[in-house]
């Protein structure tokens, strides 16, 4: 099946600095790519929705200035968290469907996972 | 937007008995309803999905009911195995490439031998 892989798988950071987070798509064109979140025991909370080419589309709540996405090419999405604080330690997921805007889509497929922890 | 809603959050059964999963969405234009099972500290996998065009789904031992009308759906797993020990999550979305989509809360399954 179709592969997205994410980097770094941990990391780990002082108060204060950035953090970013590379999502790619290894075997197929992703216009658009998800990037979700999830608290310990959690379920996966939409952040955004990162389309290729544009301006990423932020869900209530979700700080566009602290959580940078970039997606400058069909295979490459990546998050940058601005000013990290412990309360932004988390499980970072992205994700890409497969299939065209307006038509069917498929399986979607997710990052191994980002996990980062703020101290 | 869509909400989606999961139960039970929890859910213990003997190894070998059948489990359920039941989810309810609110968005009537949602056509897509698939099933993750995610293990700790690893990403969502999909196990099973179904459209809105097909009522139910199977797969071995798993399967998926789609009720439009009521807006709910359902995993069956039958003949449980220690294996299928992790959290299962539901979800919803219309059925594009450009839609997110929205999971419910999550289901901690957990067979005993």
């Known amino acids: 099946g179709a592969v997205v892989s994410q980097h770094p798988s941990r990391v780990i950071c002082k108060s204060g600095t950035s953090v970013k987070i590379e999502c790619r798509s290894l075997d197929f064109q992703a216009t658009t790519m998800f990037w979700y979140r999830q608290f310990p025991k959690q379920s996966l909370m939409l952040m955004a929705t990162s389309n290729e080419g544009s301006k990423a589309t932020y869900e209530q709540g979700v700080e566009k200035d602290k959580f940078l996405i970039n997606h400058a090419s069909l295979t490459l999405s990546t998050l940058t968290v601005t000013s990290a604080h412990p309360e932004d330690s988390s499980f970072y997921i992205c994700?890409?469907?497969?299939?065209?805007?307006?038509?069917?889509?498929?399986?979607?497929?997710f990052g191994e996972g980002s996990r980062l922890t703020v101290l | 937007g869509e909400n989606v809603e999961q139960h039970p959050s929890t859910l213990s059964v003997q190894e070998g008995d059948s489990a359920v999963i039941k989810c309810t969405y609110s968005?009537?234009?949602?056509?897509?309803f698939p099933w993750y099972k995610q293990e700790l500290g690893k990403r969502p996998q999909l196990i099973i999905d179904i459209r809105s065009n097909v009522g139910e789904k199977k797969d071995q031992r798993i399967a998926v009911t789609l009720n439009k009308t009521a807006k709910h759906f359902s995993l069956h797993i039958t003949e449980t195995q220690p294996e299928d020990s992790a959290v299962y999550f539901c979800a919803a979305s219309r059925d594009t490439g450009r839609r997110a989509l929205t999971f419910g809360s999550g289901t901690r399954l957990q067979v005993q031998p």
């Open positions: 968005d009537s234009a949602s056509n897509y």
């Open positions: 994700s890409a469907r497969m299939g065209l805007a307006g038509g069917p889509a498929g399986e979607l497929f």
